[in-house]
């Protein structure tokens, strides 16, 4: 199938898709709220990830999720897309695709992503995760539900708007004696979602990959997500790392259980975050006003 026609839709489709006549459709188009493009043969044709985009933005409820590709998704009330109970049913019961959809109908309904990771996906993580402690079982159902979880999150980036080459790059991840793939994954979705590029090295990455790293993409701002505990040295470690990358005039953003447990030992001019609603108010303050 053409993969222009696969990733974008005629201004009929998109009105089908919100419920909306199509001459609003045309309208918000020639105002210029939504980005066209023209076929060789002069169709119009609308990305689908910028008519997501508009929709939230706009507040418009998805009336056909199936025409923008995500078939079996249908919308949600606000009041139930924030239902930690609702999410660990579902990761809990093999219901993958019902957990996504979840996500994905919330998130298209308006919810920000800062409100969907601080909310249901860390309430429902750590009533998993605590599951862990029960038996064999436990550690089953928490490997299961945080494979279904890294998926979703995958997913949503099909969703999120292209990153803006004139936007700053921002790179990440865990240290090496962190296992866990999903705050770094919420952490490069935040980032995206303001349209910054991301690089995320993911969990157990050495100190010095993020040195060479910084390097070669030449980030604005590096994220270290310190979930697992740290002992001193690894402590020490990080703490090198903050000073050499502020001497690059590099933003050291540190999050997570044990950046807040260490508070006090980080070198003055790093950024300290305990969830992410505070992290996605710095990537606002970050992000020119005039960046669309």
Same mark, same amino acid.
């Given at each position: 199938?053409?993969?222009?026609?696969?990733?974008?839709? =005629?201004? $009929?489709?998109?009105?089908?898709?919100?419920?909306?006549?199509?001459?609003?459709?045309?309208?918000?188009?020639?105002?210029?709220?939504?980005?066209?493009?023209?076929?060789?043969?002069? @169709?119009?044709?609308?990305?689908?990830?910028?008519?997501?985009?508009?929709?939230?933005?706009?507040?418009?409820?998805?009336?056909?999720?199936?025409?923008?590709?995500?078939?079996?998704? *249908? /919308?949600?009330?606000?009041?139930?897309?924030?239902?930690?109970?609702?999410?660990?049913?579902?990761? &809990?019961?093999?219901?993958?695709?019902?957990?996504?959809?979840?996500?994905?109908?919330?998130?298209?309904?308006?919810? =920000?992503?800062?409100?969907? !990771?601080?909310?249901?996906?860390?309430?429902?993580?750590?009533?998993?995760?605590?599951?862990?402690?029960?038996?064999?079982?436990?550690?089953?159902?928490?490997?299961?539900?945080?494979?279904?979880?890294?998926?979703?999150? =995958?997913?949503?980036?099909?969703?999120?708007?292209?990153?803006?080459?004139?936007?700053?790059? /921002?790179?990440?991840?865990?240290?090496?004696?962190?296992? @866990? &793939?999903?705050? =770094?994954?919420?952490?490069?979705?935040?980032?995206?979602?303001?349209?910054?590029?991301?690089?995320?090295?993911?969990?157990?990455?050495?100190?010095?990959? !993020?040195?060479?790293?910084?390097?070669? *993409?030449?980030?604005?701002?590096?994220?270290?997500?310190? $979930? &697992? *505990?740290?002992?001193?040295?690894?402590?020490?470690?990080?703490?090198?790392?903050?000073?050499?990358?502020?001497?690059?005039?590099?933003?050291?953003?540190?999050?997570?259980?044990?950046?807040?447990?260490?508070?006090?030992?980080?070198?003055?001019?790093?950024?300290?975050?305990?969830?992410?609603?505070?992290?996605?108010?710095?990537?606002?303050?970050? &992000?020119?006003?005039?960046?669309?």
């Amino acid at each position: 199938m053409n993969e222009l026609l696969t990733d974008t839709l =005629s201004p $009929k489709e998109l009105a089908m898709a919100l419920g909306v006549s199509e001459s609003s459709i045309k309208r918000w188009v020639d105002s210029g709220l939504i980005t066209v493009y023209r076929t060789a043969g002069g @169709h119009r044709r609308i990305p689908r990830n910028d008519a997501i985009r508009f929709a939230r933005q706009k507040g418009l409820r998805i009336a056909r999720a199936d025409i923008l590709g995500l078939p079996g998704l *249908e /919308a949600v009330e606000r009041s139930d897309t924030l239902d930690g109970d609702l999410l660990y049913r579902l990761l &809990t019961s093999q219901k993958s695709d019902h957990a996504r959809n979840f996500i994905h109908a919330a998130y298209l309904s308006g919810v =920000s992503l800062a409100e969907l !990771f601080d909310g249901p996906v860390v309430a429902a993580m750590k009533r998993i995760g605590e599951e862990w402690l029960s038996g064999k079982q436990g550690i089953y159902i928490e490997h299961r539900a945080t494979a279904a979880v890294e998926d979703i999150i =995958s997913q949503l980036g099909t969703l999120q708007p292209e990153p803006l080459q004139i936007l700053p790059l /921002a790179l990440g991840g865990a240290p090496p004696n962190d296992p @866990h &793939t999903i705050p =770094s994954q919420m952490v490069a979705s935040m980032f995206r979602e303001h349209r910054w590029r991301t690089t995320n090295l993911g969990p157990r990455t050495p100190l010095y990959s !993020f040195v060479d790293a910084t390097q070669e *993409e030449k980030p604005s701002l590096v994220w270290l997500a310190l $979930k &697992t *505990e740290l002992k001193d040295d690894q402590v020490s470690g990080v703490v090198a790392l903050c000073s050499r990358l502020l001497e690059a005039n590099v933003l050291p953003v540190l999050g997570g259980s044990e950046a807040v447990a260490h508070e006090g030992k980080w070198p003055g001019g790093i950024r300290l975050v305990n969830s992410m609603t505070e992290l996605d108010q710095i990537i606002a303050d970050l &992000t020119p006003v005039d960046a669309s």
